[in-house]
């Protein structure tokens, strides 16, 4: 068997399990668990937020170390089922390398969810908090409007930015800027209370928990870089709509 290619897949399916919302502690044990499976003497994985590192030792003596480095990542629960069933599957099958990757790529190439959801998602939550913290029915529909326009933006930022204070600070200006042309043109009475419900849809809440659940794990520096980084988006979000307010406070 070729270790340097089975090396490399195993570590695909870690950075697959990572970007797709798998724990700092679930990737390491699953890593490991790989390791034993096909038979290497010694490995040692260590996984954060953005990386993963794996040094293994073959029955020959061979010592293999590769890293990977994460960009970005998000949550696909759909995709995250299935990556946990292939690492079963590959513990109690050890196929070859090439089998491996042909798995990941079906895997991968998954149709998406549709567009739709996303909209209908980012409308019933919007609009869910904004009527939570006191929007009536005509503040209702200018809520549903802003979060068409919040996922709108966010689609596109999906595509080219993957820096999270900048992807916020995008997001929070463009549909505050919205909110207050809509409370200008008089089609919204109370402007706060959308910005509120509209918020709650780009706070990293998620990302915070998992932060915490790593550091509860004994995983430090995953935990930590994961809340900070939830910190570095929420200043996003309040930058992004106070340069709204700021610009346009003497214009509307």
């Given at each position: 068997m070729?270790?340097?290619?089975?090396?490399?897949?195993?570590?695909?399916?870690?950075?697959?399990?990572?970007?797709?919302g798998?724990?700092?502690?679930?990737?390491?044990?699953?890593?490991?668990?790989?390791?034993?499976?096909?038979?290497?003497?010694?490995?040692d994985?260590w996984?954060?937020?953005?990386?993963?590192?794996?040094?293994?030792?073959?029955?020959?003596?061979?010592?293999?170390?590769?890293?990977?480095?994460?960009?970005?990542?998000?949550?696909?629960?759909?995709?995250?089922?299935?990556?946990?069933?292939?690492?079963?599957?590959l513990?109690?099958?050890?196929?070859?390398?090439?089998e491996?990757?042909?798995?990941?790529?079906?895997?991968?190439?998954?149709?998406?969810?549709?567009?739709?959801?996303?909209?209908?998602?980012?409308?019933?939550?919007g609009?869910?908090?904004?009527?939570?913290?006191?929007?009536?029915?005509?503040?209702?529909?200018?809520?549903?409007?802003?979060?068409?326009?919040?996922?709108?933006v966010?689609?596109?930022?999906?595509?080219?930015?993957?820096?999270?204070?900048?992807y916020?600070?995008i997001?929070?200006?463009?549909?505050?800027v919205?909110?207050?042309?809509?409370?200008?043109?008089?089609?919204?009475?109370?402007?706060?209370?959308?910005?509120?419900?509209?918020?709650m849809?780009?706070?990293?809440?998620?990302?915070?928990?998992y932060?915490?659940?790593?550091?509860?794990?004994r995983?430090?520096?995953?935990g930590?870089?994961?809340?900070?980084?939830?910190?570095?988006?929420?200043?996003?979000?309040?930058?992004?709509?106070?340069?709204?307010?700021?610009?346009?406070?003497?214009?509307?």
């Amino acid at each position: 068997m070729d270790y340097k290619k089975l090396v490399k897949n195993m570590l695909n399916v870690g950075v697959a399990l990572l970007k797709n919302g798998a724990e700092v502690s679930r990737v390491e044990d699953s890593m490991y668990r790989l390791c034993r499976a096909y038979g290497f003497v010694h490995a040692d994985i260590w996984v954060i937020y953005s990386n993963i590192q794996a040094t293994v030792e073959t029955e020959e003596g061979d010592i293999i170390t590769q890293v990977r480095h994460i960009g970005s990542t998000s949550i696909d629960y759909e995709k995250l089922d299935k990556l946990n069933n292939l690492s079963r599957c590959l513990c109690k099958e050890t196929p070859e390398p090439e089998e491996i990757s042909r798995r990941l790529k079906e895997i991968d190439n998954d149709k998406p969810l549709p567009v739709w959801i996303d909209y209908a998602a980012g409308i019933m939550g919007g609009v869910g908090f904004g009527v939570f913290f006191g929007c009536d029915l005509r503040n209702a529909l200018v809520a549903v409007v802003a979060a068409i326009v919040l996922v709108f933006v966010g689609r596109r930022l999906d595509k080219v930015e993957h820096n999270i204070m900048i992807y916020n600070f995008i997001q929070g200006f463009c549909t505050e800027v919205f909110i207050l042309l809509a409370a200008w043109l008089g089609l919204a009475s109370n402007p706060s209370n959308i910005t509120l419900g509209i918020v709650m849809l780009m706070i990293s809440g998620l990302s915070f928990t998992y932060g915490m659940i790593d550091l509860m794990h004994r995983d430090t520096l995953s935990g930590l870089l994961k809340i900070s980084n939830s910190i570095i988006g929420a200043f996003g979000i309040a930058l992004g709509i106070a340069a709204a307010m700021f610009l346009l406070k003497g214009v509307l």
